[in-house]
């Protein structure tokens, strides 16, 4: 049977310590593989750590869906504020609330206006 080389222990044991730690390393490697194994068998485990991550991910996406859905909600409050608030902000967008004034040519006079009458009294 070939021995696989380890650093640190040589291929051909010659001291019982030697011999000590090679079979020291082996239990250490067997355990580790023990408990891989126990852990892909405990069917149960498995399934509640799939459960619990399952939650994290559902929490995470209803947070998410919370925070859009506040966020529609305030953007429709203030476009719809803007378009009810418009015509005080900005008048140049509104429709004209007064007639405008009308314009004065130099040279062409305006008309006269007739005489206030005045009553006798």
Same mark, same amino acid.
């Given at each position: 049977m070939s021995v696989p080389n380890i650093p640190g222990i040589p291929t051909d044991p010659e001291t019982p310590a030697e011999l000590?730690? !090679?079979i020291d390393l082996? %239990?250490? +490697?067997l355990g580790d593989t023990l408990e891989e194994l126990a852990a892909k068998a405990d069917v149960r485990a498995r399934a509640q &750590? =799939? @459960?619990? +991550? @399952?939650?994290? /991910?559902? &929490?995470?996406q !209803? /947070?998410?869906?919370a925070s859009g859905a506040v966020l529609a909600v305030a953007l429709a409050a203030l476009v719809l504020y803007r &378009? %009810?608030? %418009?015509? =005080?902000s900005t008048p140049w967008l509104s429709a004209p609330t007064r007639r405008p004034r009308p314009r004065t040519?130099?040279?062409v006079r305006k008309p006269s206006r007739p005489a206030a009458s005045v &009553?006798?009294?």
């Amino acid at each position: 049977m070939s021995v696989p080389n380890i650093p640190g222990i040589p291929t051909d044991p010659e001291t019982p310590a030697e011999l000590r730690a !090679r079979i020291d390393l082996t %239990r250490q +490697e067997l355990g580790d593989t023990l408990e891989e194994l126990a852990a892909k068998a405990d069917v149960r485990a498995r399934a509640q &750590r =799939k @459960a619990r +991550e @399952a939650m994290r /991910a559902g &929490r995470a996406q !209803r /947070a998410a869906t919370a925070s859009g859905a506040v966020l529609a909600v305030a953007l429709a409050a203030l476009v719809l504020y803007r &378009r %009810r608030h %418009r015509a =005080k902000s900005t008048p140049w967008l509104s429709a004209p609330t007064r007639r405008p004034r009308p314009r004065t040519f130099p040279g062409v006079r305006k008309p006269s206006r007739p005489a206030a009458s005045v &009553r006798a009294s």
